[in-house]
């Protein structure tokens, strides 16, 4: 993981180079933009050509430093989200929700068709609302062996975090990494569009959970067509062993009852102040800064042990700043080396041919094929939106449109590509090989293709 993670900077600022050595060959080009409100519009067919102003080695050093002042709202928000959500973990509120609905269903296993439904459910709405991806590798550890103490199997064990977390990571309402950072970018009110975006929730984590649900059934009324069978044989021998000791319910404490109830009522004050008072990113990193601190208190930390957590929190974001740093970089080169209007000219033209309520599928399959390279929400949002938003403009569909084509895009190959850390890190856990996955995950990863296609064509007949 972490030799992926270097060749993914190296890969950015090799394309950083590459954009200034295209600057110097691209026919340099700029569009006409004009105020509307509080969004910056492309003008289409005002496209020309202008004197080329070709990047060199200076520029390129530059271009970093300009993108990390470009970006400082951006990488506050992230950080300042990175330390509250550390916090809210380590009062270990997210721990003993998750254990006490383990704990239900081992207790109930009448009721254990309901195991993955509601898990995945819960799993899919810590996803859409504050972006929950990397945390469910601690828990895969968890329920693989719960999942195989029901009948199932390491698979479903498996998938129940992880895909739980994908599909509500992928088709958010909330998540302050894609959905509040693309729509910044593409200046949208932030967490604008909500309506449809809980529809688009709902649709896709219903998908997801119907096709694990599916196979869990299969593998309760057949062992044998678990894709695991003969791996979990093994494991379920050394699950007796640990099934003979006596486990406790998971208790949840006052210190969890508040910190749930604090948590639910930030994200109410978010989408209240959101609509009401048109909050922009640095209103609503305040208020989740105040969050964490409350958080802190009521979930009984010390000084010591909130200020460590927030440091640690804001660690961990390090990386996703550096390569939103890098990908803002690149866009600044492009648009001082006057060649970014002619990209943007260029796939003006290649989609402009196609009906309007067809446009948002290019953009999905672009995004699609980027993230192959940049596994990455934050940073792939940096570098794309400045794109496709004036892109959305020129080919007459919403800039809404576009930021859902960039999560469905961004969010849906993360499973099944062998570059995603979280991806090669729960395989890891599970022991299943990549071309077992690949085997049991292709049919689903269609299935996300097709539905992801469909829902970008209401948008453009309701004027989303």
């Known amino acids: 993981m972490e030799k992926f993670k270097l060749n993914t900077y190296m890969l950015v600022f090799g394309i950083l180079i590459f954009t200034a050595i295209l600057s110097w060959i691209v026919p340099p080009g700029q569009f006409d933009r004009v105020e509307k409100g509080s969004k910056t519009l492309t003008v289409a067919g005002s496209y020309t050509r202008v004197e080329r102003s070709g990047q060199g080695l200076t520029d390129v050093l530059l271009a970093p430093?300009?993108?990390?002042?470009?970006?400082?709202?951006?990488?506050?928000?992230?950080?300042v989200i990175g330390?509250?959500?550390?916090?809210?973990?380590?009062?270990?509120?997210?721990?003993?929700?998750?254990?006490?609905?383990?704990?239900?269903?081992?207790?109930?296993?009448?009721?254990?068709?309901?195991?993955?439904?509601?898990?995945?459910?819960?799993?899919?709405?810590?996803?859409?609302?504050?972006?929950?991806?990397?945390?469910?590798?601690?828990?895969?550890?968890?329920?693989?062996?719960?999942?195989?103490?029901?009948?199932?199997?390491?698979?479903?064990?498996?998938?129940?975090?992880?895909?739980?977390?994908?599909?509500?990571?992928?088709?958010?309402?909330?998540?302050?990494?894609?959905?509040?950072?693309?729509?910044?970018?593409?200046?949208?009110?932030?967490?604008?569009?909500?309506?449809?975006?809980?529809?688009?929730?709902?649709?896709?984590?219903?998908?997801?959970?119907?096709?694990?649900?599916?196979?869990?059934?299969?593998?309760?009324?057949?062992?044998?067509?678990?894709?695991?069978?003969?791996?979990?044989?093994?494991?379920?021998?050394?699950?007796?062993?640990?099934?003979?000791?006596?486990?406790?319910?998971?208790?949840?404490?006052?210190r969890h009852k508040a910190v749930i109830m604090l948590f639910i009522a930030g994200i109410t004050a978010v989408i209240f102040g959101v609509t009401f008072y048109k909050w922009y990113i640095d209103e609503i990193a305040a208020l989740f800064l105040f969050l964490g601190i409350l958080c802190a208190m009521f979930g009984k930390m010390g000084v010591t042990e909130t200020t460590d957590a927030i440091i640690d929190g804001m660690k961990n974001m390090i990386s996703v700043c550096l390569l939103i740093t890098l990908a803002r970089s690149i866009i600044i080169v492009a648009t001082d080396g006057n060649i970014l209007d002619t990209f943007l000219h260029w796939m003006a033209l290649a989609i402009g041919h196609l009906p309007k309520y067809l446009a948002a599928q290019a953009m999905f399959i672009f995004q699609t094929i980027l993230n192959f390279f940049i596994a990455s929400g934050s940073g792939q949002a940096v570098l794309t939106m400045p794109i496709m938003a004036p892109l959305a403009d020129l080919v007459g569909i919403s800039r809404q449109t576009a930021v859902l084509a960039y999560q469905f895009g961004e969010g849906w190959g993360n499973p099944i590509i062998p570059t995603a850390p979280v991806t090669v890190a729960v395989l890891a856990i599970a022991g299943i090989s990549w071309t077992k996955w690949l085997k049991w995950f292709w049919k689903l990863e269609v299935i996300l293709i097709i539905m992801s296609m469909i829902l970008l064509i209401p948008p453009f007949f309701i004027g989303w």
Request: net charge neutral; with cysteine; aromatic share 14%.
């Open 65 to 79: 430093i300009k993108g990390f002042q470009a970006c400082s709202d951006i990488i506050i928000f992230i950080l």
């Open 83 to 254: 330390a509250v959500f550390t916090i809210i973990e380590r009062t270990g509120t997210v721990n003993v929700i998750i254990q006490n609905i383990s704990y239900f269903f081992s207790q109930n296993q009448h009721l254990k068709h309901f195991f993955i439904p509601v898990c995945m459910f819960a799993f899919s709405l810590c996803g859409a609302l504050f972006g929950m991806e990397e945390e469910t590798i601690i828990f895969v550890p968890i329920f693989i062996p719960l999942a195989l103490s029901l009948g199932y199997d390491t698979i479903v064990g498996m998938t129940v975090p992880f895909l739980g977390a994908f599909a509500g990571f992928c088709s958010a309402f909330v998540n302050p990494f894609t959905v509040g950072i693309a729509q910044t970018i593409a200046e949208l009110d932030i967490y604008s569009g909500m309506g449809y975006r809980i529809i688009v929730w709902l649709i896709a984590t219903s998908v997801v959970t119907f096709y694990v649900s599916r196979y869990g059934a299969k593998v309760l009324k057949t062992p044998s067509a678990s894709f695991t069978y003969h791996m979990d044989l093994e494991k379920r021998a050394q699950l007796k062993i640990v099934n003979d000791i006596e486990v406790g319910k998971p208790k949840i404490r006052g």
